[in-house]
């Protein structure tokens, strides 16, 4: 097979890493990939946000298969237009998509499938705030209703924080989505679609603060790990019954079937697994983890996806032992990141690049998060210290990553409701 895979970040090294050892691909395409997916395949320009620009590189380089890896691209159609050109495609079309590109629209369809989750508002002008943050209570949770790389979202008790992030939504041209704090343990479960199935995957934990012990604002992700071994037994068929598979139903009933990676964000509370948000799209840093324990070939598994029958492929394998990655994030992310500063320690093997670029034949900083050090280890506790060794390696003035990744659940201190 030839694969071309859409994007740039530390998920698309990841992709690229784990197709790289499936012995049925023969020849790799990123665009516009960074400095560190160069030795994994061919880097070519395209305009990700265009999906003609993603349909013509495609059609141009003669592939096989499309993975499209952010979420900007599947919204705006980016899959539909690579079918449109008779190409397989990994990834859901842009009514699909929806599922991501609006939590309202997600809320919907939840609601009609009967998914576990939490009461929501759906707040259009500034008069319905206060009515719907005494609905849903303190905490409060407060959602940007569109696409936010992960940072949309306040989660506080403030009540004039709440209300002011509401009105920075509203006043930026988009709904928001006011919701029912659920108490619990995060999980994060991608599962791969060919629009009737779901193949679940590894369930894995990130982590979305900035700072050690959940502190500081929300981020696209500073870390992560799998397996989970606190989680209760049968949890990934119970979310299976109960979540993947009415909604797959549900979304083939209003014509806007599911095909490519559905990411479910739970939160096992009291009264079990409930959904918080679902991405339509391979997550990042889970990815790196995920992929990095994964021990049967990627590209015929999406390419079976893309093809509308999974049932040719046998289900994914695992290596033993756990994964840990840790997020390197250029100073002042999530703000403004300060970029342009050169790296030192980013070619060690593990390392996978995301904001990264080469100038004068150096690789320097060129986005918020810039590295992510990936490790597996006989145990959660081995995995932490090689992927912390990498860390230590590395050289960005200003850096910043959280010390805690993956402490608790080496501890054991991981409790579900």
């Known amino acids: 097979m030839r694969i071309l895979v859409i994007g740039s970040g530390a998920r698309e090294h990841a992709l690229l890493r784990a197709l790289r050892r499936d012995p049925a691909v023969t020849d790799l395409f990123v665009a516009p990939g960074n400095a560190g997916t160069a030795s994994l395949a061919q880097t070519c320009p395209v305009d990700i946000a265009d999906p003609e620009s993603v349909a013509g590189l495609a059609a141009s380089l003669a592939v096989d298969l499309v993975v499209i890896g952010p979420e900007v691209p599947l919204v705006n159609g980016a899959a539909d237009a690579v079918a449109a050109r008779g190409i397989p495609v990994f990834g859901p079309s842009a009514d699909a998509a929806q599922i991501e590109g609006s939590k309202a629209f997600a809320k919907d369809v939840m609601n009609v499938a009967g998914v576990p989750t939490s009461t929501a508002v759906t707040v259009t002008w500034p008069g319905e705030i206060e009515a719907a943050l005494t609905e849903c209570g303190s905490p409060y949770v407060v959602k940007d209703d569109g696409l936010a790389a992960g940072k949309g979202v306040v989660v506080t008790q403030d009540r004039e924080v709440a209300v002011a992030h509401a009105l920075a939504v509203l006043e930026a041209g988009h709904p928001v989505l006011v919701e029912e704090f659920l108490a619990g343990p995060e999980v994060s479960l991608f599962a791969v679609c060919d629009g009737t199935r779901a193949v679940p995957l590894l369930p894995a934990q990130d982590f979305k603060r900035l700072g050690d012990g ?34 797959l139903a549900e979304m083939a009933a209003r014509g806007a079937a599911f095909s490519g990676l559905l990411y479910a964000g739970l939160v096992l509370t009291e009264d079990g697994p409930k959904v918080i948000e679902f991405n339509c799209r391979f997550g990042d840093p889970e990815t790196q983890v995920v992929l990095e324990l994964l021990d049967s070939p990627l590209g015929a598994l999406l390419a079976a996806a893309a093809d509308g029958d999974l049932t040719r492929v046998p289900a994914p394998v695992w290596k033993a032992g ?19 500063d050169p790296i030192t320690g980013a070619d060690q093997d593990g390392i996978l690049h995301a904001g990264t670029a080469v100038r004068d034949g150096v690789v320097v900083s060129a986005g918020g998060r810039v590295l992510s050090a990936t490790a597996a280890g006989t145990d959660l506790a081995a995995a932490r210290t090689a992927a912390y060794a990498l860390v ?8 910043q990553h959280r010390t805690d990744i993956a402490e608790a659940a080496a501890a054991g201190l991981v409790r579900v409701p």
């Open 392 to 399: 230590d390696a590395v050289s960005l003035r200003g850096s």
């Open 322 to 340: 756990s994964a840990v990655t840790v997020v390197i994030a250029a100073e002042n992310y999530p703000g403004i990141p300060v970029t342009g």
């Open 214 to 247: 959940d502190t500081g604002p929300n981020t696209g992700g500073m870390g992560a790990y799998a397996p989970l071994d606190w989680t209760p037994a049968g949890l990934v068929p119970q979310v299976q019954r109960d979540v993947l598979d009415p909604v």
